[in-house]
């Protein structure tokens, strides 16, 4: 083998390797979360600060660091290479994601945001997700999950005092339907860890095909809720750039097999967040929101 195509293939490894860190370490899904709060502020017309990303960051981070040590035994089934990387540098990123989220809680706690205690919910979510046991109910892992992502709208508009607009609702709604819809096809990757472990998912018990029509129909389910809410003059036009969101998720779940590559869940279907998060910024950009 030519020395050129050596370096090329331990170029493409290094690259791999990179991107495998980017997502075992947590990065890339805090900062899936944290796209959430630029695309609710750019579609509901509200002004950016920094604080709100920055919490959102943060506490993902600590969320999901903590959720791999309780998950760890599943992830060593359904993702040894996490499973391994989190033995390694596990401690290490909690105790930064800890203190980015005590960070998120001081600084809220210092400016006097409204509604402060709500930045305990984590806690809750990570209490009854792994410590109580609620994930081995019956689609109640994925609800959990929809329900803390669709979060960070609601928590947009709880910052900037007003939760209760239209925008933000729909926003709300939407990014807990089409979450819960991803942690269903999440649940394809898991299912010899989940089956080891005795909790019961979507695609446990109607099997991968199934979960991925399902998911597919229910993603256009959702879809249609959004028009009708733009034909019933709720949101205004602009909110038709949610179904380039609502594509990508359709076209992952047709496309979603239990033995891809962890590449494909961590960065491809988490990818959706940072792909419509920078679809709108350009847009608002260019002046077409």
């Known amino acids: 083998m030519s ?3 050596m370096d090329a293939s331990h170029g493409r490894s290094d ?18 979360a944290t796209s959430w ?8 017309g509200l ?35 996490r499973a391994a990387f989190t033995k ?10 800890t203190l980015a989220y005590l960070g998120a809680v001081g600084f809220a706690l210092a400016f006097d945001l409204p509604r402060a205690e709500l ?12 410590v109580l046991g609620l994930k081995r109910i019956f689609l109640v892992k994925n609800l959990l999950v929809g329900i803390a992502w669709g979060g960070i709208p609601l928590g947009v508009g709880v910052y900037y005092g007003v939760p209760m607009d239209t925008e933000i609702l729909l926003l709300t709604a939407y990014v807990v339907a089409m979450l819960t819809i991803a942690a269903v096809i999440f649940d394809l990757k898991d299912i010899v860890g989940d089956r080891h472990e005795g909790i019961v998912t979507v695609p446990r018990v109607i099997g991968t095909r199934r979960t991925r029509l399902y998911s597919a129909g229910a993603t256009v389910v959702v879809t ?3 028009v009708a809410a733009i034909w019933a003059s709720l949101v205004p036009p602009r909110y038709l750039v949610l179904l380039a969101f609502s594509a990508y998720v359709f076209s992952y779940c047709l496309s979603a097999d239990p033995d891809a590559s962890p590449l494909f869940y961590g960065l491809v279907v988490d990818g959706e967040h940072l792909f ?9 950009a260019i002046g077409v929101l």
């Open 3 to 5: 020395d050129s195509v």
């Open 15 to 32: 690259v791999v390797d990179g991107m495998l860190t980017l997502v075992h370490s947590n990065v890339f899904i805090a900062l899936a």
């Open 37 to 44: 709060v630029v695309t609710t502020a750019v579609l509901a």
């Open 47 to 81: 002004p950016l600060d920094p604080l709100p990303p920055f919490i959102v960051f943060a506490v993902t981070l600590f969320v999901y660091s903590l959720n791999r040590f309780t998950d760890i035994d599943e992830d060593e089934y359904n993702v040894p290479g």
């Open 88 to 97: 390694r540098y596990g401690r290490f990123l909690l105790i930064i994601g």
């Open 119 to 130: 930045l305990l919910a984590p806690i809750a979510v990570i209490t009854l997700y792994s």
């Open 224 to 226: 249609f809720g959004v």
């Open 276 to 284: 419509f998060a920078l679809l709108v910024a350009i847009l608002a």
